[in-house]
């Protein structure tokens, strides 16, 4: 039962589930299924971002809007068709990304989530403001998407690009997190100087888990446009912001498999409360403090110590852990002669 | 004479306070060197400035012959220096084994799109780098500690493990900084053996900063005293020991009057 419940299967029936989904359910299931899938996105791609390497950035729900300005204003300004506006738009978001790790070298802590949260509140301004090139506050509906001469209508074949999106990235993160790369993300994360000590470059792997980040982040963006078949910059702001750090958290930091939950509780939950929107700031901000209150390392953290899940380098031993007391076997050993 | 480790007339002064003045040491390759002084005379500074994590107002640094004063940290392990902080720096959210894993980033190369796509070079190297990183928890006699999380072992253990790190990847040169701060004295005995079979099985020369006297007066060929910032003794521990001036900066200028 524990191996039939190992992390790698619930992913891989999570996807065979969620492949079906269009043609067993209605438009409107669809639709929060495609959600479902953006937010996977997106809480693993932060969850590379601070949950992995460590970095407190606050410029998600930006790149996520950068990824989603990107797709939608090539398609809509220069006729730039949309396979092409994708990637387009996921590597703008990229890009900007990447220039986030600049602060971070120098900055750490609540001084790097000040200086992103400046960022992120100045692209959500560019948005609503700079009319010419981004249609305003108002927001704009990009051009509609053919699939031909795939026999999909526009909802189900953003729901395949969505899957597909997913899929790749969630692999493409579950490895590269299991390799050196996710070894140098969690030594910088666990101790900057040890990990410099060690040979690991800085500037090399910040750079690179915000290029990360900004790519997922940006993808997400891209499709989303294409789901919602409209771009406006409300979607983007600091509330957005808190429903990424809040898949991320419930989920479980530097966990492939929480963001994967997370994003799942995360929409549902939002669907449940869709009526009380007033109320849904104040909800996820409680339900955050509570996980970092009470279940800080998620519910990923739960799963682990009842189905004895091994998810590798997210071992990070909590106070129930206690250090073996000594006497231990000996430190060294005697020389073979 | 060619010194595998040459630190050159090296000044650092933060804020007009000189933290090191004209410090010159030469360490030999296979020596063991301790490095001592009272508070505040500068040591840490010292490994800090030799590793790349501050920078010398004055001065120059050589390894092995290169200069590597001026390069990042990570350049300077690169080119064979390792290094162990007072304080543990295991990382807590790896396992005894990637922290050892970790100590041959260095020494591998799969990128980020070998290492998604898992490509046979990169799982090859996977299992070389376990194969090593095993071989090296049996050196210390913590094979069996393999799969426990980093912050799950005693501090005085987590100690010997970052030192089996520091020389995971054959550095030429490592450095400590206080290795047996806060272990029992049955385990600074065998932090002693520890340091003599990395000298005789390894070739590993080390420099250290000690304040337990007895440990580093053991296992020291030679002995370098700072004082506020300067070098007041180089020789044998047992020149050192007797030397007036080294007994005046530890006990005041009466002692020995």
């Not at chain 2, 162990?84 to 922290?99: A, D, K, R």
Request: proline share 5%; aromatic share 8%; hydrophobic share 50%.
């Amino acid at each position: 039962m524990r191996r039939l419940l190992s992390p790698r299967n619930l992913i891989f029936a999570l996807f065979v589930t969620l492949a079906v989904v269009p043609f067993l359910a209605n438009k409107y299931y669809v639709f929060i299924a495609n959600l479902v899938l953006l937010y996977m996105i997106l809480a693993v791609g932060l969850n590379l971002l601070i949950g992995y390497a460590g970095q407190l950035a606050f410029a998600n729900a930006a790149m996520f809007g950068i990824g989603a300005y990107g797709a939608g204003l090539l398609q809509a300004h220069f006729g730039v068709p949309y396979w092409l506006a994708l990637p387009s738009g996921a590597l703008i978001a990229m890009v900007s990304g990447t220039v986030m790790a600049l602060p971070a070298l120098r900055l750490s802590g609540i001084y790097l989530a000040l200086v992103t949260l400046a960022f992120a509140q100045f692209t959500l301004w560019v948005m609503s403001h700079w009319d010419t090139v981004t249609f305003g506050a108002g927001g704009f509906s990009p051009p509609r998407i053919d699939f031909g001469p795939l026999p999909l209508t526009q909802p189900n074949g953003m729901y395949l690009l969505s899957w597909l999106a997913a899929a790749g990235l969630i692999w493409f993160a579950w490895n590269a997190m299991g390799s050196r790369i996710g070894r140098a993300f969690v030594a910088m994360r666990d101790g900057e100087i040890a990990a410099q000590a060690l040979g690991i470059d800085l500037l090399r792997y910040k750079a690179l888990a915000f290029a990360l980040s900004g790519f997922y982040a940006g993808t997400a963006g891209a499709l989303y446009g294409g789901v919602l078949g409209f771009v406006g910059p409300e979607g983007f702001d600091l509330l957005q912001m808190v429903l990424h750090k809040a898949a991320v958290v419930m989920g479980g930091l530097g966990s492939i498999m929480g963001s994967i939950i997370g994003a799942v509780i995360l929409v549902v939950l939002l669907e449940v409360i869709r009526e009380f929107k007033a109320t849904m700031e104040i909800a996820f901000g409680g339900l955050l403090l509570a996980f970092v209150l009470f279940q800080p390392r998620g519910i990923v953290d739960l799963l682990r110590r009842k189905l004895g899940w091994d998810e590798r380098l997210h071992y990070k031993a909590g106070p129930d852990q206690t250090a073996p007391s000594e006497p231990t076997p000996a430190a060294t050993r005697k020389p073979a002669e | 004479m060619s010194a595998i480790l040459s630190v050159q007339d090296v000044s650092v002064s933060f804020g007009g306070v000189d933290a090191l003045a004209d410090v010159s040491i030469d360490v030999e390759p296979g020596e063991i060197v301790g490095i001592i002084g009272p508070n505040g005379a500068g040591k840490t500074t010292l490994l800090n400035v030799i590793c790349g994590m501050a920078q010398p107002n004055k001065g120059a640094i050589w390894l092995n012959g290169t200069l590597i004063t001026g390069r990042k940290p990570s350049a300077v392990a690169g080119m064979g220096l390792g290094r162990t902080f007072q304080s543990s720096q295991l990382f807590p959210g790896m396992t005894v084994l990637e922290n050892m894993m970790t100590g041959l980033h260095l020494a591998s190369h799969a990128g980020l799109f070998q290492s998604a796509f898992r490509t046979s070079a990169m799982r090859r190297e996977e299992a070389r780098l376990r194969a090593k990183a095993e071989a090296a928890l049996d050196f210390v006699g913590f094979r069996h500690f393999a799969d426990r999380p980093g912050n799950a072992l005693s501090f005085g253990q987590q100690r010997i493990v970052e030192i089996a790190r520091a020389l995971i990847n054959e550095p030429k040169v490592v450095l400590l900084d206080e290795p047996a701060v806060g272990l029992s004295i049955n385990r600074v005995a065998e932090l002693d053996e520890l340091l003599r079979r990395i000298r005789k099985e390894k070739g590993i020369t080390l420099v250290m900063i000690e304040h337990v006297i007895r440990l580093v007066m053991a296992v020291s060929d030679r002995i370098v005293v700072l004082n506020s910032g300067r070098k007041i003794a180089d020789g044998n521990p047992v020149s050192v020991r007797d030397d007036p001036l080294v007994i005046e900066a530890y006990l005041g200028a009466q002692a020995h009057a």
